[in-house]
């Protein structure tokens, strides 16, 4: 990929090319301040490999990249914390006014954000942690696609 495609996607110009084999997965990504609040409220202690871009995965290796939603705001509502020693995260619950991210998030079968794993670990467990209840809290989001050039993408930067 060139840098005036990256720049060209990044921006979020109209009619830029994406193809499969550039976004590994779709879902909901957070700035900076928004993870932080995520990593601030943990209620254990982090694991070896901490995850650098904080998300919720929609769909893995989706056919369809959806750009067109990449941007739209998602409302997480944070409900569960759990910590195996291997695995660590949230359970959450997704909202969002756009009826398409909606119905996107609607299809995960658990939804979750993995905040740190152990070196020997999958984040794709994260979903398998027994989820404790904490104190809800909030966090804002944005659509978009995780490439592994460049990171994640929703359109408004990365």
């Not at 919720?56 to 998602?74: H, Q, W």
């Not at 020693?85 to 939804?111: C, H, R």
């Not at 794993?117 to 979903?127: C, E, F, G, I």
């Not at 989820?131 to 050039?149: H, K, L, M, N, Q």
């Amino acid at each position: 990929m060139n840098n005036s495609t990256i720049d060209q996607k990044l921006n979020n110009v109209p009619n830029a090319e994406f193809t499969y084999a550039e976004f590994t997965y779709i879902g909901c990504f957070f700035d900076h301040d928004e993870a932080e609040k995520l990593r601030a409220h943990r209620a254990g202690k982090a694991l070896d490999k901490q995850i650098a871009s904080l998300h919720i995965t929609f769909e893995y290796g989706p056919k369809d990249m959806r750009t067109r939603l990449f941007g739209k705001e998602v409302t997480v509502r944070v409900v569960g914390y759990g910590n195996n020693g291997k695995n660590e995260g949230y359970l959450v619950e997704i909202s969002s006014g756009d009826e398409e991210v909606k119905a996107l998030a609607d299809k995960i079968a658990l939804p979750h954000i993995t905040l740190s794993r152990a070196l020997d670990a999958s984040s794709v467990d994260t979903k398998d942690l027994d989820f404790a209840d904490i104190e809800p809290f909030s966090v804002t989001g944005r659509f978009g696609g995780y490439s592994e050039e460049i990171g994640p993408v929703t359109g408004i930067g990365r």
